[in-house]
């Protein structure tokens, strides 16, 4: 992050003395880091948001779980017919805030 007053890690903050940032692979991505493990971190975290965004139902027992990617419960429903619903409005949600 590039600030009047120097640069600054995306991940933690800390200011970065000149030189000896880490940047990211992709050239696309203006993102600066203070070490390798700063780097690491940020890219996890975004592919643990990036997860969290993708749905799915299981049958579990006599009912329906929605789970997201990272396999944390959203909800259970007696119905199937409720977990689509259920990820149908998660996907709505999801297409409204992106716009």
């Known amino acids: 992050m ?4 120097g640069i600054f890690c995306n991940f933690c903050g800390i200011p970065i003395p000149r030189g000896t940032g880490v940047k990211p ?11 390798q493990a700063c780097m ?3 890219e996890a975290k975004r592919l643990r948001d990036w997860q969290a965004r993708l749905y799915r ?3 579990y027992g006599r009912h329906w779980k929605v789970v997201d990617g990272n ?6 429903t007696v119905y199937k017919k409720g977990a689509v619903e259920v990820m ?9 805030k992106a716009a």
């Open 57 to 59: 139902m299981e049958k």
């Open 40 to 42: 690491d971190a940020a």
């Open 25 to 35: 692979p992709y050239f696309f991505i203006h993102h600066d880091y203070c070490n």
């Open 88 to 96: 149908s409005r998660l996907r709505k949600a999801e297409r409204l």
């Open 2 to 5: 590039w600030t009047p007053t």
């Open 71 to 76: 396999e944390d419960l959203v909800c259970i």
